[in-house]
């Protein structure tokens, strides 16, 4: 066996220490279930911190300037997403949620950062959760973090895409226009306001007809798998 493999990229020296020493073939070498649990990996195991994986930090960091039909969208999606795709984001959540209230807030994103040495200013770390902090109380919860964390191009299908954008066609036309949005924004919880909605038929609306396409609502997705 060898530990050339990317799974190991983030294991400490300590836990392969311990593997090789529980992987001996000869039972007089192999340690017994007390040494293992004497080993330095166990003794060292509440006090270690593991780093948060830099991919996933760097799309946290990069989830700026996006549209409320933007965050609206990739909401929808994540709902879309089974426990077992999203587990990975999910274990890194709770890493970063060190005081387990289901939020995370500046200075936990902070030492999350500062752990996985990505050079982020202090400064930035608030400006971070702004963009991210989709019901505006400051903290980031789960459903906010899957949202700027997702990676849209390994989640999205064709039949996703379609079932949201039908989602936001609310009566069905064919196309999503202003009252459309209006609509679908209250169906999640989420009131919108005329310089919002103007604001998204500026970025969206791309012809300038007056309502979004379904190839302009598509480019909503391929924007944000391109940050």
């Known amino acids: 066996y060898h530990f050339n493999h990317p799974e190991f990229k983030d294991v400490s020296d300590e836990a392969m220490d311990l593997i090789k020493k529980c992987l001996t073939t000869d039972p007089k070498q192999r340690v017994n279930a007390g040494e293992a649990l004497n080993h330095p990996w166990f003794k060292n195991a509440v006090q270690f911190q593991k780093a948060i ?19 609206a969208a990739m ?8 426990a077992n795709s999203i587990e990975e984001l999910r274990a890194e959540f709770v890493n970063i949620d060190k005081d387990k209230t289901g939020l995370i807030n500046a200075e936990e994103l902070k030492q999350a950062i500062k752990q996985s040495d990505i050079n982020i ?17 400051g903290k980031i919860n789960y459903t906010e973090f899957l949202v700027a964390t997702l990676d849209v191009k390994h989640f999205l299908d064709d039949n996703k895409l379609q079932a949201i954008f039908n989602q936001f066609d609310t009566d069905g036309s064919g196309v999503i226009t202003r009252e459309n949005i209006i609509t ?4 999640i919880g989420h009131s919108i306001n005329q310089q919002e909605l103007d604001q998204i038929m500026k970025e969206h609306d791309l012809k300038k007809d007056g309502v979004i396409s379904f190839m302009e609502f598509k480019l909503v997705f391929m924007d944000i798998a391109d940050t």
Do not use: C, H, T
């Open 75 to 82: 909401n929808m999606l994540v709902k879309m997403s089974d």
């Open 53 to 71: 994986n830099k991919d996933i930090l760097n799309r946290l960091s990069n989830f700026k300037g996006v549209s409320k039909l933007k965050k």
């Open 184 to 187: 679908a924004m209250n169906k």
């Open 121 to 137: 200013p202090d400064e930035q770390i608030e400006k971070i959760i702004n963009e991210v902090d989709y019901f505006g109380n």
